[in-house]
C-alpha cells in the first residue's frame, strides 16, 4: 500500500511512495504526530538522481524489517533537498559541523521539535568499513531515545545555540575595490591546476562561476593569465570524458583530476552554467571549440531536459538498465572496442577508438572506456568522423535511458533562460531563444503568483506547494534581464522589477544589508539559513547581488543599486580568501567596478537591418555586465529608450557608465571599441 509521499509532485520522493517506511513528507502533521507518539524522527534528505541514495533505499528503506522497525520507534520524514533547500542547508550545516563533512543521503535525528542529535549520511545494511550498519544506528538511537532522553535534550539544545552562535562574519557593507579582485585572482593562480586546467584535485568540479569572473577580470583589466586560466579549462573539460563527446552536455563532476571520468548525472544548473560560459569564451575569444560547446550543450538541454509544458527538467540519472535489469552507473554513456566494432565494422572501429580514446584496458570500469578528445598530431577526416559520431549516437539511443527528474526548478530554469538567450542570439539560433521564452512563459504563468510571489518547483505544469528561496528569486531575475536584452521585450524587465522588490523587501537585512535563504515569512526552521558562498550554483546571495545591479543599471534605480553594493560586502571578505568559492559574487563585483555600461540601441523597427547589426554588436560587447536595451525610438519598453533618438534618421546606439554617456554613434564598429575598451 502506498505511503504519505503517492500524492506529492517531487520525482524524489514519488520514488519512495511504495517504500513499506511509513513516510511523511516535511510537515507540521510529522512533528505534530511525533509529539503525540513520544518518538524521535528520522529526516532522509537526499535527490531523485543521487546515486547512493538509491542504494540506501534499495538496501533498507526497501527491506520489511527495517521499515517494521521505524514504523514501530521513528516517525521518518522524507526531504528532497531540491525542493527544500531551506531545510537541506540548516541540517547540512549541523551535520557538517558535527562530522566534519557532509553528502547524500543524509540521515538526521532530530526531537519532535526538529532539534536535531545524531547526524551522517549513508549507512549500509551490514557494518562495513568501520560504519555501523543502519539498523545498529537505529536501535542505538531509539534506546538513547527511550534510556538517555536528558542526555539527548542537552545534545539538541547544545546543537541548536552552536548553530544559531554560527552567524555569518559578513565583512560589512562595503564592496571590493581592485585590490580584493586581484588578490581574488591570485589566490585562484595559485590553487590552478596549468598541467590539467581547472582548481585543486580530484574530484574535480567544473568551476563555471569562476570561469566567468576570469572572463570578465579579463575583459576589464587586459589581464592575460586570466583568459589563459578560463580558456584552457574549458577546453581540458571540453576534452575530456566530463562532457558527452556524442550528445552533447556535461556530467556532474569528474572523479580524477584529469576529467576523464565522471560521475555521470547531469544536473540542469551545471549546463545552463557552463553554456553560457562558453558562449561567454567565444564572444571573447573567437574559438571554434567554445562556439560547437556552447551550441552542443544548449542542444543537449533543449532535447533532453525540456518539458511538455516548456520548462527544463532536473536531471538526468547517472545510473540506467545494463541490459539484464540492473541499474549500474554510465552504462548508457562508455563503450568497449567489441561495442565500437558491433556499431561501426572493424575499420571505423578501430578509427573511432583512436579518436575517442578508447583502449582495450578500459578507462571505466570491466574494460570500458568513457570516450574523450584527446591531444593527438593526427588529423582526422572531418565527414568521416561525424558519420561515427552519428552512428555510435543512433546505436546508443537504442540502450536504455538515464531516469530523468522532471520536475521544474525556478532558479535553474532562470539560468537555463540566461544560457539560452543568450546563444541563441551569439549564434543566429531563434530557436534557442524561443526555448528561453517558453521556460519564461512557464515560470510567470504556473510559479508568479498574484503578487509575483515565486513557487520554487512545479512538475507537469502544476506548482508544488514549496516557497522560493533566494536563489529563486534572484537567477530567475537574472535569466529575465537576459532575455529582456536579447528579445527587446520589456515585460521581461518589468518581472525582475517585480522578483527584485520581493528580495528587497523580504530578504534583505535591513540594517547590515546582509541577505538571507529564506524570506522575513517563511516557515520557521531551528534556524534561518543564510549562505553566501558559491557552490554548484551561485548562491541566492551571488545571485540577487547580480540581478539587483543589472536591474539598477536598466532603471536608474538607487534602492536596487545600493542592496547589490552592500550585498557584496560579503564578496569584499571572501574574494581574497576562498575566490573558488565566491566565483559568481566575484563576476558581479567586476560589473560593479566597470559600471556597469548601459546600452541603448534605437532604431525604425527591431527588423531593420541596421538596427540588428547594432543590437548584435551591443550584445557582444565583453564590458562586465553590460546591459543591452533595444527598440523604436522613443519607445517606453525600457527607461533606457527614453530621449534617445535616431541620429539623421539612422539608428543609432548610446553608452553610459558612472552618469556619463559617450556621444551616439550609428557605426557598429565604433561600439564594439565603445563596449571593449
Same mark, same amino acid.
Given at each position: 500500500?502506498?505511503?504519505?509521499?503517492?500524492?506529492?509532485?517531487?520525482p524524489?520522493?514519488l520514488?519512495?511512495a511504495?517504500?513499506?517506511?511509513?513516510? +511523511?513528507?516535511?510537515?507540521e502533521? %510529522?512533528?505534530?504526530?511525533?509529539?503525540?507518539?513520544?518518538r524521535?524522527?528520522?529526516?532522509?534528505?537526499?535527490?531523485?538522481?543521487?546515486?547512493?541514495?538509491?542504494?540506501?533505499?534499495?538496501?533498507?528503506?526497501?527491506?520489511?524489517?527495517?521499515?517494521?522497525?521505524?514504523?514501530?520507534?521513528?516517525?521518518?520524514?522524507?526531504?528532497?533537498?531540491?525542493?527544500?533547500?531551506?531545510?537541506?542547508a540548516v541540517?547540512?550545516?549541523?551535520?557538517?559541523a558535527?562530522?566534519?563533512?557532509?553528502?547524500?543521503?543524509?540521515?538526521?535525528?532530530?526531537?519532535?521539535?526538529?532539534?536535531?542529535?545524531?547526524?551522517?549520511?549513508?549507512?549500509?545494511p551490514?557494518?562495513? =568499513?568501520?560504519?555501523?550498519?543502519?539498523?545498529?544506528?537505529?536501535?542505538?538511537?531509539?534506546? @538513547?531515545?527511550?534510556? !538517555?532522553?536528558?542526555?539527548?535534550?542537552?545534545?539538541a539544545?547544545?546543537?541548536? !545555540?552552536?548553530?544559531?552562535?554560527?552567524?555569518?562574519?559578513?565583512?560589512?557593507?562595503?564592496?571590493?575595490?581592485?585590490?580584493?579582485?586581484?588578490?581574488?585572482?591570485?589566490?585562484?593562480?595559485?590553487?590552478?591546476?596549468?598541467?590539467?586546467?581547472?582548481?585543486?584535485?580530484?574530484p574535480?568540479?567544473p568551476?563555471?562561476?569562476?570561469i566567468?569572473?576570469?572572463?570578465?577580470?579579463?575583459a576589464?583589466?587586459?589581464?592575460?593569465?586570466? $583568459?589563459?586560466?578560463?580558456?584552457d579549462?574549458?577546453? !581540458?573539460?571540453?576534452?575530456?570524458?566530463?562532457?558527452?563527446?556524442?550528445?552533447?552536455?556535461?556530467?556532474?563532476?569528474?572523479?580524477?583530476?584529469?576529467?576523464?571520468?565522471? =560521475?555521470?548525472?547531469?544536473?540542469?544548473?551545471?549546463?545552463?552554467?557552463?553554456?553560457?560560459?562558453?558562449?561567454?569564451?567565444?564572444?571573447?575569444?573567437?574559438?571554434?571549440?567554445?562556439?560547437?560547446?556552447?551550441?552542443?550543450?544548449?542542444d543537449?538541454?533543449?532535447?533532453?531536459?525540456?518539458t511538455?509544458?516548456?520548462?527544463?527538467?532536473?536531471?538526468?540519472?547517472?545510473?540506467?538498465?545494463?541490459?539484464?535489469?540492473?541499474?549500474?552507473?554510465?552504462?548508457?554513456?562508455?563503450?568497449?572496442?567489441?561495442?565500437?566494432?558491433?556499431?561501426?565494422?572493424?575499420?571505423?572501429?578501430?578509427?573511432?577508438?583512436?579518436?575517442f580514446?578508447?583502449?582495450?584496458?578500459?578507462?571505466?570500469?570491466?574494460?570500458?572506456?568513457?570516450?574523450?578528445?584527446?591531444?593527438?598530431?593526427?588529423?582526422?577526416d572531418?565527414?568521416?568522423?561525424?558519420?561515427?559520431?552519428?552512428?555510435?549516437?543512433?546505436?546508443?539511443?537504442?540502450?536504455?535511458?538515464?531516469?530523468?527528474?522532471?520536475?521544474?526548478?525556478?532558479? +535553474?530554469?532562470?539560468?537555463?533562460i540566461?544560457?539560452?538567450?543568450?546563444?541563441?542570439?551569439?549564434?543566429?539560433?531563434?530557436d534557442?531563444?524561443? @526555448?528561453?521564452?517558453?521556460?519564461?512563459?512557464?515560470?510567470?504563468?504556473?510559479?508568479?503568483?498574484?503578487?509575483?510571489?515565486?513557487?520554487?518547483?512545479?512538475?507537469d505544469?502544476?506548482?508544488?506547494?514549496?516557497?522560493?528561496v533566494?536563489?529563486?528569486?534572484?537567477?530567475?531575475?537574472?535569466?529575465?534581464? @537576459?532575455?529582456?536584452?536579447?528579445?527587446?521585450?520589456?515585460? +521581461?524587465?518589468?518581472?525582475?522589477?517585480?522578483?527584485?522588490?520581493?528580495?528587497?523587501?523580504?530578504?534583505?537585512?535591513e540594517?547590515?544589508?546582509?541577505?538571507y535563504?529564506?524570506?522575513?515569512?517563511?516557515?520557521?526552521?531551528i534556524?534561518?539559513?543564510?549562505?553566501?558562498?558559491?557552490?554548484?550554483?551561485?548562491?541566492?546571495?551571488?545571485?540577487?547581488?547580480g540581478? $539587483?545591479l543589472?536591474?539598477?543599471?536598466?532603471?536608474g534605480?538607487?534602492?536596487?543599486?545600493?542592496?547589490?553594493?552592500?550585498? $557584496?560586502?560579503?564578496?569584499?571578505?571572501?574574494?581574497?580568501?576562498?575566490?573558488?568559492?565566491?566565483?559568481w559574487?566575484?563576476a558581479?563585483?567586476?560589473?560593479?567596478?566597470?559600471?556597469?555600461?548601459?546600452?541603448?540601441?534605437?532604431?525604425?523597427?527591431?527588423?531593420?537591418?541596421?538596427?540588428?547589426?547594432?543590437?548584435?554588436?551591443a550584445?557582444?560587447?565583453?564590458?562586465?555586465? %553590460?546591459?543591452?536595451?533595444?527598440?523604436?525610438?522613443?519607445?517606453?519598453?525600457?527607461?533606457?529608450?527614453?530621449?534617445?533618438?535616431?541620429?539623421?534618421?539612422?539608428?543609432?546606439?548610446?553608452?553610459?557608465?558612472?552618469?556619463?554617456?559617450?556621444?551616439?554613434?550609428?557605426?557598429?564598429?565604433?561600439?564594439?571599441?565603445?563596449?571593449s575598451s
Amino acid at each position: 500500500m502506498p505511503n504519505r509521499l503517492a500524492h506529492e509532485t517531487s520525482p524524489y520522493l514519488l520514488q519512495h511512495a511504495d517504500n513499506p517506511v511509513d513516510w +511523511w513528507p516535511w510537515s507540521e502533521e %510529522a512533528f505534530e504526530e511525533a509529539r503525540r507518539s513520544d518518538r524521535p524522527v528520522l529526516l532522509s534528505v537526499g535527490y531523485s538522481s543521487c546515486h547512493w541514495c538509491h542504494v540506501m533505499a534499495h538496501e533498507s528503506f526497501e527491506d520489511e524489517a527495517t521499515a517494521d522497525f521505524l514504523n514501530a520507534h521513528f516517525v521518518s520524514v522524507k526531504v528532497d533537498r531540491e525542493e527544500r533547500p531551506d531545510v537541506d542547508a540548516v541540517y547540512m550545516e549541523a551535520v557538517q559541523a558535527a562530522t566534519g563533512q557532509g553528502g547524500w543521503p543524509m540521515t538526521v535525528f532530530l526531537t519532535p521539535e526538529a532539534e536535531p542529535f545524531y547526524f551522517g549520511t549513508y549507512f549500509p545494511p551490514a557494518p562495513r =568499513h568501520g560504519m555501523p550498519s543502519f539498523r545498529q544506528v537505529l536501535e542505538g538511537v531509539r534506546s @538513547a531515545w527511550t534510556d !538517555r532522553r536528558d542526555e539527548v535534550a542537552e545534545v539538541a539544545g547544545k546543537i541548536v !545555540r552552536d548553530l544559531a552562535g554560527r552567524e555569518i562574519s559578513y565583512g560589512g557593507t562595503e564592496s571590493p575595490g581592485e585590490q580584493e579582485l586581484a588578490q581574488a585572482l591570485l589566490g585562484l593562480t595559485r590553487e590552478y591546476d596549468p598541467q590539467r586546467g581547472g582548481f585543486g584535485g580530484a574530484p574535480k568540479f567544473p568551476p563555471s562561476m569562476v570561469i566567468e569572473f576570469l572572463l570578465r577580470h579579463h575583459a576589464r583589466t587586459g589581464a592575460e593569465g586570466a $583568459l589563459q586560466m578560463a580558456s584552457d579549462t574549458c577546453e !581540458r573539460m571540453a576534452r575530456g570524458g566530463i562532457y558527452d563527446q556524442l550528445g552533447g552536455g556535461f556530467a556532474r563532476y569528474s572523479v580524477d583530476r584529469d576529467w576523464v571520468v565522471p =560521475h555521470f548525472e547531469k544536473m540542469l544548473y551545471d549546463n545552463a552554467l557552463l553554456c553560457r560560459v562558453y558562449a561567454h569564451l567565444w564572444r571573447a575569444t573567437g574559438s571554434d571549440l567554445a562556439r560547437r560547446v556552447a551550441l552542443e550543450t544548449a542542444d543537449f538541454m533543449v532535447r533532453e531536459l525540456r518539458t511538455e509544458q516548456g520548462g527544463f527538467a532536473s536531471a538526468l540519472d547517472a545510473d540506467s538498465d545494463d541490459g539484464t535489469g540492473r541499474h549500474v552507473e554510465g552504462v548508457y554513456y562508455v563503450w568497449t572496442p567489441g561495442q565500437l566494432r558491433e556499431a561501426l565494422g572493424d575499420d571505423d572501429a578501430e578509427l573511432a577508438a583512436r579518436y575517442f580514446g578508447v583502449t582495450e584496458e578500459g578507462t571505466f570500469e570491466e574494460g570500458a572506456s568513457v570516450l574523450q578528445l584527446p591531444q593527438r598530431d593526427e588529423v582526422f577526416d572531418a565527414g568521416r568522423i561525424a558519420s561515427v559520431r552519428e552512428r555510435l549516437l543512433e546505436r546508443r539511443s537504442g540502450r536504455p535511458a538515464p531516469g530523468r527528474d522532471d520536475k521544474v526548478v525556478a532558479a +535553474w530554469n532562470g539560468l537555463a533562460i540566461a544560457a539560452l538567450a543568450e546563444t541563441g542570439a551569439y549564434f543566429d539560433r531563434p530557436d534557442l531563444v524561443e @526555448a528561453a521564452v517558453g521556460a519564461a512563459d512557464l515560470l510567470v504563468r504556473v510559479h508568479l503568483d498574484e503578487q509575483a510571489r515565486l513557487t520554487r518547483t512545479s512538475k507537469d505544469g502544476r506548482a508544488g506547494v514549496n516557497a522560493g528561496v533566494l536563489e529563486d528569486y534572484g537567477d530567475v531575475a537574472e535569466g529575465f534581464l @537576459a532575455l529582456g536584452s536579447v528579445t527587446g521585450e520589456g515585460v +521581461w524587465l518589468d518581472f525582475a522589477g517585480f522578483l527584485l522588490d520581493h528580495v528587497l523587501a523580504r530578504f534583505v537585512d535591513e540594517e547590515s544589508g546582509a541577505l538571507y535563504d529564506t524570506a522575513a515569512d517563511a516557515e520557521r526552521l531551528i534556524r534561518r539559513p543564510q549562505d553566501p558562498t558559491d557552490n554548484a550554483v551561485p548562491s541566492g546571495w551571488s545571485a540577487a547581488a547580480g540581478a $539587483l545591479l543589472g536591474y539598477a543599471a536598466h532603471t536608474g534605480s538607487e534602492p536596487h543599486r545600493r542592496a547589490a553594493e552592500r550585498a $557584496l560586502g560579503v564578496v569584499k571578505a571572501l574574494g581574497p580568501r576562498v575566490p573558488r568559492f565566491i566565483g559568481w559574487g566575484l563576476a558581479v563585483a567586476e560589473a560593479l567596478l566597470d559600471g556597469p555600461r548601459e546600452v541603448a540601441v534605437v532604431g525604425p523597427s527591431l527588423s531593420d537591418e541596421a538596427t540588428r547589426a547594432l543590437h548584435r554588436t551591443a550584445l557582444l560587447g565583453t564590458a562586465p555586465g %553590460a546591459v543591452v536595451a533595444v527598440g523604436a525610438a522613443e519607445s517606453d519598453e525600457f527607461p533606457l529608450l527614453a530621449d534617445r533618438p535616431l541620429q539623421q534618421g539612422a539608428p543609432a546606439a548610446y553608452v553610459c557608465r558612472n552618469f556619463t554617456c559617450d556621444a551616439p554613434t550609428t557605426d557598429p564598429e565604433r561600439l564594439r571599441e565603445a563596449l571593449s575598451s
